[in-house]
T-cell receptor
Framework: GNSVTQMEGPVTLSEEAFLTINCTYT??????LFWYVQYPGEGLQLLLK?????DKGSNKGFEATYRKETTSFHLEKGSVQVSDSAVYFCALSDSPQYGNKLVFGAGTILRVKS | DARVTQTPRHKVTEMGQEVTMRCQPILGHNTVFWYRQTMMQGLELLAY????????DSGMPKDRFSAEMPDATLATLKIQPSEPRDSAVYFC??????????FGDGTRLSIL
């Protein structure tokens, strides 16, 4: 079946460091790919998405490119802030015809120190 | 911004009691999802509905859990009887067709 694998955390960085969180997927067909972020005590929020190969999703300084050849969707940010500390989830759409049922990765904790 | 609203935000109760969690999806969304999040299992999909009809509830323990959508503005998740292993954060999310899901802030459930 479809699955998503994320790098294990926690990832601990200093403010202004470069961030990469790796995400690879296994899927049949051509799924859409998503990154969600969860701040403490809150629900998941959509961070960015890409719907086809070579698409780049971007938001709030974060970027991820849909790479079909490597089945990857790595999240990057050039300069992290303390406020970026959160849990990041990579996900793919499993069944677009059923309202985008999602398959989530395990999540990666990011801690940014000042 | 439109939001998914979940109530209650926190619930503490004793084992064996009935628990009801409620979700108000975003107006106009036709798909509703229930998730459970724990440290050990991560984020698990319990059930989901489209146009109020249940599509899949295979992630839910059928003997004690039930999910319904009495109308388009309300989804409920019930646990009867509750057990300590049900302690978790339960999230509701809603969506429309192929658009991304929007999540509520969750119900943090503790069963003593």
């Amino acid at each position: 079946g479809n699955s998503v694998t994320q790098m294990e955390g926690p990832v601990t960085l200093s403010e202004e460091a470069f961030l990469t969180i790796n995400c690879t997927y296994t899927a049949t067909g051509y799924p859409s790919l998503f990154w969600y972020v969860q701040y403490p005590g809150e629900g998941l929020q959509l961070l960015l998405k890409a719907t086809k190969a070579d698409d780049k999703g971007s938001n709030k300084g974060f970027e991820a490119t849909y790479r079909k050849e490597t089945t990857s969707f790595h999240l990057e940010k050039g300069s992290v802030q303390v406020s970026d500390s959160a849990v990041y989830f990579c996900a793919l759409s499993d069944s677009p015809q059923y309202g985008n049922k999602l398959v989530f990765g395990a999540g990666t904790i990011l801690r940014v120190k000042s | 911004d439109a939001r998914v609203t979940q109530t209650p935000r926190h619930k503490v109760t004793e084992m064996g009691q009935e628990v009801t969690m409620r979700c108000q999806p975003i107006l106009g969304h036709n798909t509703v999802f229930w998730y459970r999040q724990t440290m050990m299992q991560g984020l698990e999909l319990l059930a989901y509905f489209r146009n109020r009809a249940p599509l899949d509830d295979s992630g839910m323990p059928k003997d004690r859990f039930s999910a319904e959508m009495p109308d388009a503005t309300l989804a409920t998740l019930k646990i009867q009887p509750s057990e300590p292993r049900d302690s978790a954060v339960y999230f509701c999310a809603s969506g429309f067709e192929v658009q991304p899901q929007h999540f509520g802030d969750g119900t943090r459930l503790s069963i003593l």
